[in-house]
């Protein structure tokens, strides 16, 4: 193909792709400008307000104290952390030992675990809710981590991340005298960064954004995780300065997805290329 035929191929794809990036960006564009808007700020119906009437950064301030964001941030940072590495390090025991170790039943296994992905997430609210409550966890922040530490997804990622692994590494772990411990955690980890920083960003966002599991195990507002907080806005009488409040507390919960994005997004694009996900 001639150059000149790449060059408009190029200029085709990124004009569309430029599209998508408006699209997905322009309404996030739009709140943080409403964010910013001043306290008596009465906007007009069907007129779109590209710039502030003016930068008050103190609407954040007030949100995060209205909204009682400080106390929703520590537990969902608290939880989400924990889930995310307790469910990677789990992933990836046994992703490791589904492909790298030969026994008898082991495909039958993977098997099994993949079919409950065919299981919707609401038919095991209840069961789980039950087991939590018998365990006397609810309103406990173990009760939004413990279910869901099996990570069938993350194991599946692992799994197929760690056969594009040559064997010939951990055979040679063998031959040092390296025992299955060892092996594990000064090779198999080490190498897994790419899996791992790709099931980090998935799980964290996921984890982060969840709303209907925490709402139903917690009802204690010193437990509430950043989702439950912004309850607080949902009223029957929301006035105009609620809604401007509810914006920029909805900008402050993003800052540790950017963050968590930031810090792994190298990683997990070559993840995304070993894993296949598509």
């Known amino acids: 193909m001639s150059k000149g035929k790449n060059k408009i191929r190029n200029t085709i794809f990124y004009i569309i792709l430029s599209i998508f990036a408006f699209v997905q960006l322009f309404p996030f564009y ?16 069907g007129k779109i307000y590209l710039l502030p009437e003016g930068f008050h950064f103190e609407n954040y301030i007030e949100a995060w104290k209205m909204s009682n964001l400080g106390v929703g941030y520590k537990n969902s940072l608290i939880y989400v952390t924990i889930f995310t590495i307790v469910s990677a390090f789990i992933a990836i025991l046994v992703g490791y030992v589904i492909a790298k170790k030969k026994f008898r039943g082991r495909k039958i296994i993977f098997i099994m675990l993949l079919s409950t992905l065919m299981v919707p997430a609401e038919v095991l609210l209840i069961p789980n809710y039950i087991l939590i409550r018998d365990l006397n966890l609810l309103n406990k922040l173990a009760a939004l981590i413990i279910p869901g530490l099996v990570n069938i997804v993350g194991i599946f990622l692992a799994k197929q991340f760690l056969e594009t692994l040559p064997d010939s590494i951990i055979e040679s772990a063998y031959i040092d005298g390296a025992s299955e411990m060892k092996i594990f ?10 899996v791992i ?3 980090f960003i998935i799980t964290y966002t996921q984890m982060w954004n969840d709303y209907l599991w925490p709402m139903i195990v917690t009802n204690k507002s010193e437990v509430f995780t950043v989702q439950l907080c912004m309850m607080g806005f949902q009223t029957n009488f929301q006035t105009g300065y609620d809604m ?4 920029a507390a909805l900008i402050t919960t ?7 994005f930031l810090i792994f997004q190298k990683k997990f694009v070559e993840g995304i290329s070993m894993t296949g996900i598509k």
């Open 197 to 199: 920083a790709t099931y």
């Open 244 to 247: 401007i409040l509810e914006s």
């Open 30 to 45: 739009l709140r943080i400008v409403y964010s910013l808007q001043p306290k008596d700020f009465l906007p007009e119906i």
């Open 254 to 260: 993003l800052a540790p997805i950017v963050i968590v």
């Open 185 to 194: 955690f000064k090779v198999v980890l080490p190498l897994s960064g790419p």
